[in-house]
């Protein structure tokens, strides 16, 4: 079994930062691409940004030059750092990854951590 187990989320300020991190485990897991999702109340779940396994990245441009995603590779785990947020950032982040387990392709998502930005 895959598991995404999330952290960092909470309540900021705007203009604040938080660290989100995800760390992935699970028996025979090859991992591919990892990225975060978002979705706030009554709309569709978004990508903020992706990386792959060679650290290639992309992004929602509404958060383009205040988000960075990073992963470990050894550790099997992904950062997302957000700086100057603004309370449009508030939503629950999910952490997703996709990859190879015993030869099958799928995609896996963590529970969810909320992120509250304050005005």
């Known amino acids: 079994q895959v598991q995404l187990v999330e952290s960092g989320g909470g309540l900021v300020q705007a203009g604040g930062s938080l660290r989100l991190s995800c760390a992935a485990s699970?028996?025979?897991?090859?991992?591919?691409?990892m990225g975060w999702f978002r979705q706030a109340p009554g709309k569709q779940r978004e990508l903020v940004a992706r990386?792959?396994?060679?650290?290639?990245?992309n992004y929602a441009d509404s958060v383009k030059g205040r988000f960075t995603i990073s992963r470990d590779n050894a550790k099997n785990t992904v950062y997302l750092q957000m700086n100057s947020l603004k309370p449009e950032d508030t939503a629950v982040y999910y952490c997703?990854?996709?990859?190879?387990?015993?030869?099958?392709?799928?995609?896996?998502w963590g529970q969810g951590t909320q992120v509250t930005v304050s005005s």
């Open positions: 997703n990854a996709d990859g190879f387990r015993y030869g099958e392709f799928d995609v896996y």
């Open positions: 699970g028996i025979g897991f090859s991992i591919g691409a």
């Open positions: 990386i792959t396994g060679g650290k290639s990245t």
